[in-house]
């Protein structure tokens, strides 16, 4: 169907923020989620190989690059269940409310996460 | 229009979107929980991935997630693109590509995986 004009969401606030936030982390994780296929395929050129590519993504810098998808991932599946709880008709009216309620709880696994993570980061 | 319009994208691609993130919610987060929240799982290795490739369900759960994770992220770069190709000429041959890609790398991801069973 043929649209007239864009449908980029024109509200201003928290709901707007929650929805940019929404595509840019969407974005960035389905470009992880291409170089993560390619990265556990280096398997098709053999068992070294794999775990060659495993041991060199233990560097520092790469846990803590994963400290960041990990972040993006709980703030986009937690903000996506906020969106398909709307399309089911629940919430919309407390939008602000679910918003930041889901984002605390975004931080309890972050906090796990990054506690598992630092002594790696620091190594 | 608020999101809850399921327009441009499709009805199905609309309602296939919702189902595919409750589905990743779960597994997803159990891939997450499994290979990093797990103390003896975190050193990631061949023969690790190759002992929890023996389980069939582990296998199924997998191989589900490649193909979840790619519809539902491809359907969102999708999704992001419509708002800027606004020409149904264009979006035909956007979806084509993405298609593509997506199917591109559902075989490449799954070839890859039957490397792991031994």
Known sequence: MPLTKHTVYPGRGLGMWAFWLHRLTGLGIAGYLLMHILVISTVVGGASNFNEAMKFLKAPIFVLLEMGLLAIILIHGLNGLRIVLFDLGYGVKKQKAIFIALMLIALIPFVIGFAIALPHILA | ?118
């Open chain 2, 1 to 118: 229009m608020t999101s809850t319009t399921p327009q441009p994208q499709g009805v199905w691609a609309w309602i296939m979107q919702r189902v595919t993130a409750v589905l990743l919610i779960f597994f997803l987060g159990t891939h997450l929980f499994v290979l990093h929240y797990v103390p003896e799982n975190m050193n990631i290795n061949f023969l690790g991935v190759a002992a929890r490739f023996k389980s069939v369900l582990y296998l199924i759960v997998d191989s589900g997630l490649l193909a979840l994770a790619l519809y539902h992220g491809l359907n969102g770069v999708r999704n992001v693109l419509f708002d800027f190709v606004v020409a149904s000429d264009k979006r035909r041959a956007l979806t084509i590509v993405l298609l593509i890609v997506g199917l591109a790398f559902f075989g490449w991801g799954a070839y890859a995986l039957t490397f792991f069973i031994k």
